[in-house]
């Protein structure tokens, strides 16, 4: 078995909340962090935590000298959406050159999501179930995803849940009332991730990494919205959410809320305690309820 060197510099595209994270964890372990932001405002937090952050919209653009010595590239730049919100994937245009400039990349990994696959009525999903999206932001990242997987670099997908953390949550919705949540009947699974857990999978997929890997990121506990709202005001202190029947939901909640929640499924992770984690450090939502209560700001 060829021995693995851990990486000594990450590229990071599109450093937003679970890159910023993760550049903090590469960081403390002494991996030298490079990293792309399209919001030029977003360049000096980066720079003062210890990245080297520059602005750019387009990889394919970034000067060869500054890539060089890459090792590990993760992309996480969101999806793209045009005047009529339509959602695309931007890396069709910049993955190629852009790996024309990486000598030295021994690992990547693009940041998915779970909406790459369709409603399964609450039946249990692995990564054997063929992903077959519905939503244009799952087909878009479908797309995104068969870019990186033909493009001969040593890539793995990693299928996101909901992405929630301490800067994250829903606590301060709830805190000032008159949350609402539907109650769908029979009830709609959805599911979660914590970002701790989400940055220990990369963290140890970059220390043992496996080129073509398609792992779901989720915790333990699919459950439903409103389940997950209900019991989260209870932990926290906060009023119960308003739960409405999917026919209140039409006129008081906006299309794109009620799209987001429609979809009833059960992600598993079982690959993910197999492969990375045995065991994650917020195996559901309640193990995060003080952190989250604990970082609210009213």
């Known amino acids: 078995m060829k021995h693995h060197v851990a990486p000594t510099c990450l590229l990071i595209l599109g450093c937003g909340y679970v890159g910023t994270k993760l550049a903090q964890s590469c960081l403390k372990q002494g991996i030298e962090v490079k990293a792309t932001v399209r919001n030029p405002k977003h360049v000096m937090p980066l720079q003062n935590l210890g990245v080297d952050a520059i602005c750019t ?4 653009l970034l000067p060869q000298a500054w890539l060089n010595d890459c090792d590990a590239l993760l992309d996480s730049i969101p999806l793209s959406y045009d005047e009529a919100q339509a959602a695309f994937p931007s890396q069709g245009t910049w993955v190629a050159p852009l790996l024309t400039k990486m000598p030295a990349l021994m ?22 179930t063929p992903p077959k999206a519905t939503h244009t932001r799952g087909k878009a990242r479908l797309l995104a995803e068969s870019v990186w997987l033909n493009s001969n670099a040593p890539v793995e997908i990693f299928r996101l849940a ?30 979660r991730i914590h970002i701790d857990d989400i940055v220990a999978a990369l963290m140890a997929a970059m220390a043992s990494p496996c080129s073509g890997r398609i792992l779901n990121l989720c915790d333990d506990e699919p459950c439903s919205h409103t389940s997950y709202a209900t019991e989260l005001a209870a932990l926290v202190g906060a009023p119960a959410p308003i739960v409405l029947s999917a026919e209140e939901a039409k006129h008081q909640l906006s299309a794109k ?35 989250l209560l604990k970082s609210y700001k009213p």
């Open 57 to 60: 919209d387009n990889p394919s």
């Open 107 to 128: 690992w990547a990994a693009y940041l998915s999501a779970t909406s790459v696959y369709a409603d399964s009525s609450g039946d249990w999903i692995d990564e054997t």
């Open 162 to 191: 909901g992405i929630y953390g301490d800067e994250r949550n829903i606590v301060g919705k709830l805190m000032a009332g008159n949350y609402k949540t539907i109650q769908w009947q029979p009830e709609h699974y959805s599911n």
């Open 257 to 291: 809320f009620i799209s987001f929640f429609a979809d009833n499924k059960r992600i598993s992770n079982q690959q993910l305690h197999q492969q990375l984690l045995p065991h994650l450090k917020y195996a559901n939502f309640r193990m995060a309820a003080a952190s």
